[in-house]
């Protein structure tokens, strides 16, 4: 059962950085699509950026673009969210999550329905 487990949350000033790590219990293969979600209180789990491996290709969510990137580093088994220019919206918890893809390359998708995999999420404060 491959698991995740994600690190690097905490509290940071508004325009502060922070970068979210994701370890994989096993090798990040070309036909996982890699994504980062976020759920604040009483709000839905919503896409930030994801990766598709077969593709190489990223999307991100339109509140995030410019400030947030989404990376993999296959030798290690870990996936990074680099978070720029932080605001006090952000403020969640965030969770990295896989998606099996055996089928045609695609391009990765925000929707948090079809992945398969799921950090435990690691909390993120925005705030002064």
């Known amino acids: 059962q491959l698991q995740l487990v994600e690190s690097g949350g905490g509290l940071v000033q508004p325009g502060g950085s922070l970068r979210l790590s994701c370890a994989a219990s096993?090798?990040?293969?070309?036909?996982?699509?890699i994504g980062w979600f976020r759920q604040a209180p009483g709000r839905e789990r919503e896409g930030v950026s994801c990766?598709?491996?077969?593709?190489?290709?990223?999307d991100d969510n339109d509140s995030v673009k410019g400030r947030f990137s989404i990376s993999v580093d296959n030798a290690n088994n870990m996936v990074y969210l680099q978070m720029n220019s932080l605001k006090p919206e952000d403020t969640a918890v965030y969770y990295c999550a896989l998606d099996v893809n055996r089928g045609a390359p695609r391009e990765c998708l925000l929707r948090p329905e079809i992945y398969d995999y799921w950090g435990q999420g690691t909390q993120v404060t925005v705030s002064s």
């Open positions: 096993e090798l990040i293969r070309d036909w996982y699509d």
């Open positions: 990766l598709s491996s077969s593709l190489g290709t990223t």
